[in-house]
């Protein structure tokens, strides 16, 4: 019958697979078997149609198994045969002279570390961590913080803009994130800062508010020492009712001392920017020259770090707040440059070389 016959060649291949030795002998079995045309196993397959129409299907399930089961004893024949043979071929070129390769565990990034920090910080002074896109709607990035399209102000930030043709596609797979990207009419950017942060909080969460957005930013600069085309930029804002520029005082000076030290000083001038009013810059004193001038500070011993001010009544009234029940502060620095000064670092470039020389130094 031809159920024997297939209980009998699966004993056989059994019988011959103990006996294989060599990949050379398991790939003629191989082929004396399951050969397309002169496979033993294969006739034996073809044979069915010649079984009584009832058989078949119990001839069939049987032949199934024996072609399973044969397949699965090749190929664990044929790992077995392999992995003995790389063993063999390994310890034959094994050299125990050479020395061990020491294995290295991965780092976070100075940035990295260096965000964290200041989460903590401000953390610790009840500000909570806020996101937001970084490829942002004009409106967020600029008309919401009081720069409309005709304001001067849009020619200090050379932006990357992203064509209209693909708003509705990049709409699309935005959708879904908690960040959606409105007024997709107008031209969508990479952000020029993380104030695009500060109206979608108000939003979000209303008033009292007390928060920081750190994050990656992009602007078309020309690089050098002091500037990137990307960097990192952590935003502050703060609004409740009777805010005033001693507030911001308060909470900048003890983000510094905290980051740099106690002896770090810091001068508040005036400055403009449109999502402020008043507005002012901080300087740091430059750590990098201790006073002697260098390039980084451009020989005046200070270090442009932070924009900051009063939030504006546009800002506030964007954001859904009254002006008249509430105020607040903002302030914007960067993370490349307040690492810089607490490590002494003077080119700004060096953090996105990608060189480890650099990178394992922190």
């Known amino acids: 019958m031809l159920q024997e016959k ?14 294989t030795k060599t990949l050379e002998q398991l790939d003629d079995l191989q082929k004396k078997y399951f050969s397309r045309t002169a496979g033993e196993l294969t006739k034996l397959v073809k044979e069915i149609k010649n079984v009584a129409e009832a058989e078949r299907p119990k001839i069939g399930k049987i032949a199934n198994e024996v072609k399973k089961e044969a397949v699965e004893m090749f190929e664990r024949i044929k790992k077995n045969l392999e992995t003995g043979k790389q063993s063999q071929d390994n310890s034959r070129i094994f050299d125990p002279t050479i020395p061990g390769k020491k294995e290295e565990a991965g780092r976070l990034h100075i940035l990295t570390q260096m965000r964290r920090e200041v989460e903590d910080v401000c953390v610790g002074m009840g500000f909570m961590i806020v996101d937001g896109p970084e490829l942002e709607s004009e409106w967020y990035n600029f008309e919401a913080v009081n720069v409309p399209a005709w304001h001067p102000a849009r020619d200090m930030q050379d932006t990357f803009y992203i064509k209209k043709s693909r708003n509705q596609e990049i709409k699309k797979s935005t959708d879904q994130d908690n960040h959606k990207l409105t007024n997709l009419d107008t031209n969508l950017v990479l952000r020029t800062h993380t104030s ?5 909080a108000m939003e979000k969460y209303g008033v009292p508010l007390r928060c920081i957005a750190p994050g990656r930013t992009y602007r078309n600069e020309a690089t050098d020492a002091r500037h990137e085309h990307t960097f990192h930029q952590v935003e502050g804002l703060m609004v409740d009712k009777n805010i005033s520029i001693a507030n911001f005082k308060a909470v900048f000076d003890a983000i510094v001392k905290a980051i740099l030290g106690a002896d770090f000083k810091t001068r508040i001038r005036p400055g403009y920017f449109p999502f402020v009013e008043p507005g002012f810059e901080v300087d740091l004193s430059c750590a990098l020259c201790q006073g002697q001038g260098c390039r980084v500070c451009k020989h005046t011993s200070w270090v442009e770090f932070c924009g900051a001010g009063m939030v504006h009544p546009n800002v506030l009234k964007t954001g859904g707040v009254d002006p008249k029940k509430y105020s ?17 670092i003077n080119d700004i470039r060096l953090f996105h070389s990608g060189d480890l020389r650099f990178l394992r130094q922190f």
């Open 328 to 344: 607040g502060f903002a302030f914007g620095f960067g993370l490349e440059r307040l690492t810089m000064m607490r490590y002494g």
């Open 6 to 19: 297939f209980k009998k060649i699966k004993q056989e291949i059994i019988d011959e697979l103990q006996r």
């Open 196 to 200: 695009n942060v500060q109206v979608r």
